[in-house]
């Protein structure tokens, strides 16, 4: 029986909650400062639930200090004071971040006091910030289980939290001896980070110049950003006489600044004559990290739009294709990341129906025609006028989808080519896009051809994966028209790879088939009917018809694009090799993080390593700790 007189019992883990809150605003606030750089409202609003999770972490853990046991009191003083802590590491942070700078500077005497200033806060706030949470988490955990109504061991939390402090103060030593060592021109990254190299396809670029280019750097006296871009274009200066780089600073030389378009240093001219693209990095190599993890894709459309005549893209409309927009308000479902890459590739892009002529011809001007996803027929008119423009050495990038059935076969079987438009699963090898069953659909291929088209992708087949949604399969059938074309499938299925017939993802071996089915191929012929000559060299400009057709336009769509590099580097060299660009073949290097796409294989084997590989390696150390100290 209880006795009225009797205090509630109260353990250590009750304030667990508030730590918990105090620590997850932590996280969101380095979520919002370093993940989301670009979006300033997203940083706010992470700031903002940060800023009320620390505030109910401190109400919480006052209120507590006063509610506990005295005896546990003087545990609940050292927490409070730690958090507080915390709170002033962030408050350093605070004063030496970039948006506060800007309006501070101005009150140093030089540029240098400014940025010594600044470097100091930047470690001062992170061995603060250090010193305050390893403890509080050390703290916590032998305080834990301890019931603060009968008695608290106060020397076992205090070897806790010194421990912890300890290890706090390790770590921020490194963060005192990079400072140190920057300081004397020493540096040390402790973060993975490092500027993009020039690609296989750059490096093609400079070489093919045949006249000069020019290649302006704005910077001013000592600059990191400048130390990490100019092994990049010495890089690419080497593969070219014709390519040649200055230095400027912004403030000496301002007509000549004026005169390129440049506002500020920090900046990089692509010049021919007088035309110039500007691509701007920034001055501070915080700043300047996203810009130079994808400098060899910027270099490349400056290149692009500087050496290249611009091309023309079309895309057909009225049949219910893919568009920009979303299709029937699924969200991934659009091409606005396919426009992306044809921009980057200097395309101009327009639409092409009914009511832009196709009914009679392709236009003149049309450098590649695409469908994508199409649900409708088209109108004989309409399938006469691209097979004729196709006949007449048109080039043409077919995207199909098996769930409105065959509305392109009437185009395809001229050319060679027959599409089954039967849903493809693989319940072993499959990417992992929904965590459900259905990723049976989400068929990987690694398998490419030997067609010049697939020529990246092949070289580095064990990177770069091709990922489809969906997807229906290709097979090759004599030609119902004139002229002999040469059919080449370029990208095959993985082993274990079916034709779900009833759609309920399990094979059944009586009526589906288990084989390598082709998802992608190319077609050529030349304009007076031949097989076109393996020996003739092919450049821009010859008459022969090129067409690429993928049994799938979900693997081009906004959906998967731009998760899958497999599938970037197939669009791109795809569209090079349609307009003849066999010389610029290859996709541009990058540093960029992108979402993490797993396969069904790889998850199990994380699955295992961390439920039961991490749990044991860790019960077999302690054992094996425990032994040895009953020994001494």
């Not at 300890?166 to 300081?183: Q, T």
């Amino acid at each position: 029986m209880t006795r009225p007189n009797e205090q509630k019992r109260q353990h250590g883990a009750d304030g667990l909650i508030l730590s918990g809150a105090y620590l997850l605003a932590m996280v969101l606030l380095f979520i919002g400062e370093r993940l989301v750089l670009d979006s300033t409202a997203v940083r706010m609003g992470f700031a903002s639930i940060a800023g009320l999770l620390v505030g109910f972490s401190l109400f919480g853990r006052v209120k507590r200090l006063r509610s506990v046991h005295e005896m546990a009191r003087p545990v609940e003083r050292r927490l409070l004071i730690l958090y507080l802590m915390g709170l002033l590491a962030l408050v350093l942070y605070g004063l030496q971040a970039d948006f506060v700078m800007e309006s501070l500077r101005s009150n140093f005497s030089t540029p240098l006091s400014a940025d010594r200033y600044q470097g100091a806060l930047s470690v001062a706030w992170v061995v603060l910030w250090l010193v305050s949470i390893l403890p509080l988490i050390f703290t916590e955990i032998s305080y834990a289980p301890m019931d603060t109504t009968r008695t608290v061991d106060h020397a076992r939390v205090s070897r806790s939290m010194q421990s912890g402090a300890v290890l706090a103060m390790s770590l921020a030593l490194v963060f005192l001896l990079n400072y140190i060592v920057s300081e004397n021109d020493k540096k040390v990254d402790l973060s993975y980070f490092k500027t993009t190299r020039p690609s296989e396809s750059s490096a093609k670029m400079v070489k093919n110049l045949s006249e000069p280019l020019k290649l302006t750097l704005f910077f001013s006296g000592e600059s990191d950003v400048f130390e990490r871009v100019e092994p990049y274009f010495k890089e690419l200066a080497g593969n070219s006489k014709h390519f040649k780089i200055q230095r400027l600073d912004h403030v000496l030389e301002p007509k000549k600044a004026k005169e390129m378009g440049v506002h500020e240093n920090g900046s990089v001219v692509v010049s021919r004559g007088k035309r110039h693209r500007v691509i701007i990095l920034g001055k501070k190599l915080r700043r300047a990290k996203s810009k130079l993890k994808k400098l060899d894709s910027e270099f490349q459309g400056a290149f692009i739009k500087l050496m290249q005549p611009e091309k023309v893209a079309y895309f057909t409309v009225g049949h219910e294709e893919r568009t920009r927009d979303k299709r029937d308000g699924v969200e991934g479902s659009s091409t606005r990341d396919l426009r992306k890459v044809l921009r980057q590739l200097n395309y101009r892009i327009k639409n092409l129906g009914l009511a832009q002529g196709l009914g009679n011809e392709v236009p003149k001007d049309a450098s590649v025609v695409i469908i994508a996803g199409p649900r409708k027929a088209f109108l004989p008119a309409e399938a006469a006028a691209i097979e004729a423009y196709l006949r007449g050495g048109g080039r043409a990038l077919l995207l199909l989808d098996p769930e409105p059935g065959d509305p392109m076969q009437g185009l395809l079987s001229p050319f060679g080519l027959k599409f089954t438009p039967e849903l493809l699963a693989n319940e072993r090898l499959n990417a992992r896009l929904t965590f459900t069953k259905a990723d049976g659909y989400a068929v990987v291929s690694n398998r490419y051809g030997a067609h010049g088209s697939v020529k990246t992708l092949a070289r580095h087949s064990k990177e770069l994966a091709l990922v489809s949604w969906k997807a229906g399969y290709l097979e090759e059938v004599p030609p119902s028209g004139q002229g002999h074309p040469a059919v080449s499938f370029t990208v095959h299925s993985m082993p274990f790879t079916y034709n779900d017939a009833n759609q309920d993802l399990a094979f059944d071996k009586t009526s589906e088939k288990q084989k390598l089915y082709e998802l992608a191929s190319a077609v050529s012929m030349s304009t007076s009917g031949r097989r076109p000559s393996k020996k003739r060299k092919k450049i821009a400009g010859q008459d022969d018809m090129r067409m690429i057709v993928v049994a799938d336009s979900d693997a081009f769509s906004d959906k998967l694009l731009m998760r899958s590099k497999g599938n970037v580097v197939f669009v791109m060299d795809a569209l090079k090799w349609l307009v003849g660009e066999e010389a610029f073949l290859g996709a541009p290097t990058s540093e960029e993080d992108v979402r993490i796409m797993h396969t069904r294989k790889e998850d199990q084997i994380y699955f295992y390593l961390t439920i039961f590989a991490l749990p044991l390696l860790v019960l077999v150390g302690g054992l094996l700790y425990t032994r040895q100290r009953r020994r001494k």
